[in-house]
């Protein structure tokens, strides 16, 4: 999964934008792929995995309603730091 996220997915991402002066082709255009070991890549996935199973449990979508509508955008990325850095210990 890891070389194929690397070496596949993540160059194909970074040109799915045609318009090469749009905002997401000048973002991309030097992105790097930074997750570092197969083990942490395979963290990552496994927790979205979770993730998106507990918003599928919520038939009235409650876990997104909660995110999207009560924190702030501070409290978004403090959060996914804190969930991505917790996965890397």
């Not at 496994?46 to 409290?75: C, F, G, W």
């Amino acid at each position: 999964m890891y070389q194929i996220m690397q070496g596949e997915v993540f160059p194909f991402i970074k040109t799915l934008h045609n318009d090469s002066t749009s905002a997401y082709a000048k973002y991309m255009d030097d992105a790097i792929f930074k997750i570092p070991t197969p083990q942490l890549l395979e963290k990552i996935v496994t927790a979205l995995d979770e993730l998106y199973a507990l918003i599928d449990k919520q038939p009235d979508r409650k876990v997104m309603k909660y995110i999207n509508h009560h924190m702030t955008k501070s409290k978004k990325k403090k959060i996914l730091s804190e969930v991505f850095c917790s996965l890397t210990n």
